[in-house]
């Protein structure tokens, strides 16, 4: 085999390597299932699902195996239902959630599959559900809770998972309050009627139930 010849195979060889080719599926009928493109044997570029009935279930970029940018799933009627960003596999940046409606029902940031950022949680309607951030996947800084009217019925207030958090009746009167740390409840939660007596005490430990007391 001549210098020429080997060179021309070698080039020949990795132009199909690099190739990138489409892998399709499909249902038992005949209906398009899935279209992945690949670059050998790794997934490298667009990837597509679909439902039985057509619509497409979920749409992502692959980048030699490893997801990429902007990732999308839809319900099996059409709607979206959520839209994400990736980086180097993880969850990078904004990732909003919807219902089977399309309206917008969450927004949470992501930094390297951590949340990170605002923190937004929301009605049907649109209005406010839950307000707040995290760092590095801890609850901090002040947290909001709305009724469905807008009106405040609870307050947190946190520092890296650590904090307090109360909540009132629509009359003003506190209805219940509790601590924090490192994201799960700890020690006293007390709960309260609505004429201002105790009604129970639940104490807990990282986050486990260890006794109640009823009045």
Request: charged residues 25%; hydrophobic residues 30%.
């Amino acid at each position: 085999m001549t210098r020429f010849t080997f060179l021309l195979i070698f080039v020949f060889v990795i132009l199909l390597t690099a190739c990138t080719k489409t892998k399709r599926d499909y249902y038992d009928d005949g209906t398009l299932k899935s279209e992945i493109q690949k670059k050998g044997k790794k997934y490298h570029g667009r990837a597509t699902w679909y439902y039985s009935n057509g619509n497409k279930q979920h749409e992502c970029n692959y980048v030699n195996d490893t997801l990429q940018g902007k990732s999308v799933r839809w319900f099996i009627n059409g709607k979206i239902h959520s839209a994400e960003n990736y980086k180097d596999n993880c969850l990078h940046g904004l990732v909003k959630s919807f219902n089977l409606n399309g309206n917008l029902i969450s927004e949470q940031y992501y930094y390297h599959d951590t949340l990170d950022g605002l923190y937004l949680l929301y009605y049907p309607s649109g209005q406010i559900k839950i307000e707040g951030a995290y760092i590095k996947g801890m609850f901090d800084g002040q947290w909001l809770y709305y009724e469905d009217d807008g009106a405040i019925v609870g307050i947190g207030d946190f520092i890296n998972g650590t904090g307090k958090q109360k909540a009132w009746y629509g009359n003003g009167q506190l209805k219940r309050q509790n601590n924090y740390i490192d994201n799960v409840k700890h020690g006293r939660e007390t709960w309260y009627n609505a004429d201002g007596t105790i009604q129970k005490v639940l104490i807990f430990e990282s986050g486990e139930l260890i006794s109640t007391e009823e009045n």
